[in-house]
């Protein structure tokens, strides 16, 4: 997915076919993969590649890190949010949901690498 809405990334996928799904059974459709599914294919994938290339004996790893909002639901697991927000200084009075994702790129392989 690249930066556009849904819809756009769904016609664009498609060629601006009229067969394109609708949104709301992308979305359905995307709830029923399991939460395990993407880090099992990453991990995969990555652990398959044979004969990385180094640069000089090394490889060459490019960190970054972002931020990433998330919408704010407190009773899903009300534990766990309390336990963040005393953790983390909040930027507003109703509080912020954000992840942190510190990531790993390989420029000599062109693939995403974690530790």
């Given at each position: 997915m690249g930066g556009n809405s849904i819809s756009s990334e769904l016609a664009e996928y498609i060629d601006y076919s009229?067969?394109?799904?609708?949104v709301s059974a992308f979305v359905q459709q995307r709830g029923k993969i399991s939460s395990s599914t993407f880090p099992f294919l990453f991990h995969n994938f990555?652990?398959?590649?044979?004969n990385l290339k180094t640069y000089r004996i090394s490889r060459?790893?490019?960190?970054?890190?972002?931020?990433?909002?998330t919408y704010e639901a407190p009773d899903a697991n009300k534990n766990r949010?309390?336990?963040?927000q005393n953790r983390v200084k909040l930027?507003?009075?109703?509080?912020?949901?954000?992840?942190?994702?510190?990531?790993?790129?390989?420029?000599?392989?062109?693939?995403?690498?974690?530790?």
């Open positions: 009229v067969d394109v799904a609708t990555t652990n398959s590649a044979d060459l790893l490019a960190g970054d890190g972002s931020s990433i909002n949010w309390q336990n963040w930027k507003y009075n109703n509080g912020v949901n954000q992840l942190y994702l510190n990531v790993l790129y390989d420029l000599c392989n062109k693939t995403y690498t974690v530790f």
